[in-house]
């Protein structure tokens, strides 16, 4: 017996790749609903080898059906998560709107499953920030171990993180350099992107940091571990889908890089590859399409006493929101549901 699902938002960039994950890791639905907005009535999406038309998701019943997968953006699921969530249908949310509500859980599913049980407090879970989901993967098996004191990270996110107008601006901008006339003034980013990276994602705050770097120390502490101090310096770079992150670790104890390596290599969502040559690791190019995290340039920092340093490439639009989404439904099913 599977269940009822929704996907709301199946016309963009996450929801497309939400209806192709349920289909390629088998979730068992017995029915699916893709809805969207007035203006994309009736477009078709596949899942798997069916195609679907989109209904309206205004006035849609929710009742009767078990999960509801969104990712429509904040405005939306304020109006239309509680909704779905009286209706008695679990919704698991895609924005940042619930990430920080103390009675909704923030989960991925390598790191903390057991607060999917707090769902029942709103019925609503929340899918952490993408650039947060990939780095917790890699920070918690560590952190197991020996203990995680603080984190630095650099982030270096790819334009799909920002929608298809962002990767429509890449594309148009990278050809208007080569063709005279033809150059595209920057609107969805505030300076050109194309040959350039931007350090400035989501609007800035009071104390200098953007909004960004603010949800990945944050979300980190909550999914984590609150006592890990986290700075972050987060930039927009001209890379299609993939995100980046050179990430440089404080332990309260000694790690030795090669076990570190070895924990890495047995954690869940993860795939170590780490030579020490050339090419021996993972670019965002390589991971698009994958489930995997992958951690590459692991080795000692020598500037503090207890340091590591590696590098995380993860494909945003699948563990940074669409298949942690789908695991999150997984981990549902299997804790709580138990019906699939």
């Not at 999406?45 to 038309?53: A, E, H, M, P, R």
């Not at 078990?66 to 895609?94: M, R």
């Not at 609503?124 to 995680?148: E, F, W």
């Not at 595209?184 to 350090?199: E, S």
């Amino acid at each position: 017996m599977g269940y009822k699902v929704v996907v709301a938002g199946a016309t963009g960039n996450v929801g497309r790749e939400m209806l192709n994950i349920l289909a390629e890791r088998q979730f068992p639905v017995d029915e699916i609903a893709a809805l969207a907005s007035r203006r994309s009535l009736g477009t078709e999406v596949s899942f798997g080898d069916k195609t679907l038309k989109t209904k309206d998701i205004e006035g849609f019943d929710f009742s009767g059906y078990d999960i509801a997968l969104f990712a429509i953006g904040s405005e939306a699921t304020k109006k239309y998560a509680p909704i779905a969530a009286a209706q008695g249908c679990v919704v698991i949310d895609n924005s940042s709107l619930y990430r920080y509500d103390p009675d909704v859980p923030l989960v991925v599913p390598e790191v903390n499953p057991e607060a999917v049980d707090g769902y029942t407090k709103k019925n609503i879970i929340a899918n952490p920030n993408c650039s947060t989901a990939q780095m917790v993967v890699a920070l918690k098996p560590l952190h197991d171990r020996a203990k995680i004191k603080r984190v630095v990270v650099s982030t270096y996110q790819s334009v799909s993180g920002s929608g298809k107008d962002a990767i429509d601006e890449l594309w148009n901008q990278t050809k208007g350099m080569y063709v005279p006339g033809q150059e595209v003034d920057p609107k969805v980013y505030p300076k050109q992107i194309a040959f350039n990276v931007i350090p400035h994602i989501d609007v800035f705050l009071d104390d200098g940091s953007t909004k960004e770097e603010w949800k990945m120390v944050a979300e980190t502490k909550k999914i984590v571990d609150p006592s890990i101090k986290l700075t972050a310096t987060c930039v927009r770079v001209p890379v299609f889908v993939g995100h980046s992150e050179a990430i440089n670790i404080e332990f309260e104890e000694f790690l030795d890089e090669d076990e570190a390596r070895d924990i890495l290599r047995e954690a869940p969502g993860i795939l170590v590859v780490d030579k020490r040559e050339d090419g021996g690791y993972v670019t965002p190019v390589e991971c698009v399409g994958d489930f995997a995290t992958f951690i590459s340039r692991i080795r000692q920092d020598s500037t503090i006493e207890n340091g590591l340093n590696l590098w995380c490439v993860s494909d945003n639009l699948r563990k940074g929101a669409a298949l942690n989404a789908v695991q999150i439904a997984e981990t549902l099913g299997k804790r709580c549901l138990k019906k699939g």
